[in-house]
């Protein structure tokens, strides 16, 4: 999964980038409202975890205009203003939930898979599709009930997959949930991991959907 991390406080930045990168997240971090804004018109994210006192531009004014454009990611405002109303204001804006700093980091996590889980569809905290299970909170993964160990990178492909089955996915929306801005991309990385999962997983497991991309087939379990 693509975070868009918006944070102008270095320090909360990069203890947070640190920690969303050892949840095999990828992760672009801006530090005002104008950067903010010219990513979420450039690029196209998972997930947003938005603060407001920006330089530049205020977090608010980026997140109606990100609302306005009829971008549909779910948005996580993370700041210190702790007034009720403020925090009415930026719900009403178009924000999915909040949380006050100082934060905890663990809560946090588990807000960003709350919203992860109901922008896929989903109110279960364990995906299962035909024999395969996995659980994002723990990063386990077993088939046909026995373990399997995946790299960061081949979950980071399967979890957008099995969370939707018959979403297609093209091999550049995998890479964009694989990479941020300073990764460098390998040319065949996404056949790479698909092959490495089919492998572990079963070979029916992920489609190719000739031209397109790649799917979970939807199922029975789906």
Known sequence: MRLLLVEDDSMIGEAVLDLLRAEHYAV?????????????????????????????????????????????????????????????????????????????????????????????????????????????????????????VLSAREWAVLEPLIARPGLVLSRTQLEEKLYGWKDEISSNAVEVYIHGLRKKLGAGVIQNVRGVGYMVPRGSSS
Not at 116 to 121: D, E, K, N, V
Not at 124 to 148: D, K, L, M, Q
Request: proline letters at 5%; glycine letters at 6%; aromatic letters at 4%.
């Open 28 to 148: 672009d971090w801006v530090r005002d409202g104008e950067l903010a804004d010219t990513a979420l018109r450039t690029q196209n994210y998972d997930l947003v975890l938005l603060d407001l006192g920006l330089p530049k531009r205020d977090g608010l004014e980026v997140l109606r205009a990100l609302r306005a454009r009829r971008q549909r990611m779910p948005v996580l405002i993370a700041t210190a203003r702790d007034a009720v109303q403020q925090r009415i204001d930026g719900l009403d804006a178009g924000a999915d939930d909040y949380v006050l700093k100082p934060y905890d980091l663990h809560e946090l996590l588990a807000r960003l898979r709350a919203l992860l889980r109901r922008a896929a569809g989903r109110a279960e905290p364990v995906y299962e599709h035909e024999g395969v299970s996995i659980n994002p909170a723990t990063r386990e993964v077993t088939a046909r009930g026995e373990p399997v």
